[in-house]
């Protein structure tokens, strides 16, 4: 049993918007509702679901007193012809110790009963209903002054590391078996803004799921996974790859397109080349503050050069995952 501080997506001014997306199995994804018994009315609750196969699903709950103080726990179930089932003992701590858990999705809902093992046999109900979370920042347009790098038409502004991506016919390029860097390769400080989609994967495991990642001046990567309901690592969407890990969970679900603004300062050099200063990153990803002006000690693995530099390219990995980019611009610092 895991407390979790919930910094998560009610900081995030969102859009809840109604429908599915395109290759869904109308379960997996975030689940927002309520406690329907009075006596568990004013305690909170809502739930993440990830796809594990067509037959299983991983259930991540948060449920408490208050948001703040809910706990992050964890259950399986089997799903069905569009409906999943799950069945568990839960131990909720200070709520009252062991509760028996059931639930249902069916619909895009889920209904269920918590029911205390001990004492009163206290029992709650709940239902919740999948949501789908807009960034608010998602679509925002270039300022003036900025690059725009890709707006869904400019390809010719990126060259192939090997080969060229596809472009798809909504203003997205999809990976295409090979990484994805620039022409130009002046971009150093300032303010990158990327929206980025990962496929829905539901076979697949760990780092195989729908895996990418944005390489600020080709040296320092920001990793692209479906990670959606896993607690932030570095190597998890969102997480400065072996070197700094998100503050905050802010990470989506696959098929939904979602956002980085990052700051990047980019780490400066006396006249003999030698480092003064290390690179520094401020990110906020789906609008949801990640990284707090952390300090990069060095670049990270797998980019275009093995030292660091006070600019380059911006680089889009390819990692065998069918990711799609969209809407990236740079707003260089004064």
Known sequence: MKRFTCL???TLTAAFIAGAVEDDDMIMGNYHGAFTSDNWEDHYIRAQVVALSDRAHRLVLFIGETEDDALRLETRGRSEEGVAEF??????GPLGGDFAFRARIENETMTGVLQEQ???RLEATFALRRVFIEPPNLGKEPPEGAVSLFDGTNIELWERWPRQWCLRGDGSMEVCGSNLKTVEETFGSGFYHIEFQTPFMPNARGQSRGNSGVYLLGRYEVQVLDSFG???EDALCGGVYSLATPIADATLPPQQ????EIHFQAPEFNEAGEKIANARIHAYHNG???HDDVELESHTPGGVSGEEAPAGPLLLQDHSGRVRFRNIWFLPDE
């Open 8 to 10: 998560l997506f009610i």
């Open 257 to 260: 397109w979602q956002t980085f």
């Open 118 to 120: 001990g004492g009163q």
């Open 288 to 290: 949801i503050l990640v």
């Open 87 to 92: 069945e568990d003992t839960l131990d909720l």
């Open 230 to 232: 896993y607690e932030p």
